[in-house]
């Protein structure tokens, strides 16, 4: 079970290996069509935004088998151990209180 379980995560994770190809190749479309053609496609934006969404609901299997959760943790692994916990949490602390003053802000005009 184990065995179909890695194969099954593998099949997804390359699924999204390749969704997430085709993100970054609409990407490079629209911005080469916009800025070289003078000539936007209309199309890129909205597929891209389509296949990054795809590409990480399709990785959730891959992550489930190892038990994991979807985090982007690739320049937080950098820091030390304790700088890590505290670049977290003072992270989510500005978000919130960014987050409340803007609220309070709309609300009150």
């Known amino acids: 079970m184990k ?3 890695r194969r099954f995560g593998s099949v997804w994770l390359g699924i999204s ?3 997430l190809t085709g993100t970054f190749l609409a990407v490079l479309c629209q911005v080469f069509f916009r800025y070289i053609f003078s000539f936007p496609l209309g199309w890129t934006e909205e597929a ?3 296949l ?3 590409s990480v609901y399709a990785a959730l299997p891959a992550a489930y088998v190892r038990g994991e959760h979807i985090i982007v943790d690739i320049f937080v692994n950098k820091f030390p151990t304790q700088l890590r ?3 977290i949490y003072g992270l989510k602390a500005i978000v ?3 987050a409340s003053i803007w609220q309070s802000v709309r609300s009150s005009k």
Request: charged residues 5%; positive net charge; contains cysteine.
């Open 48 to 50: 891209a935004r389509i």
């Open 17 to 19: 290996s390749v969704l």
């Open 52 to 54: 990054l969404v795809t």
């Open 3 to 5: 065995t179909f379980s």
């Open 85 to 87: 916990h505290g670049y």
């Open 96 to 98: 919130f209180w960014c």
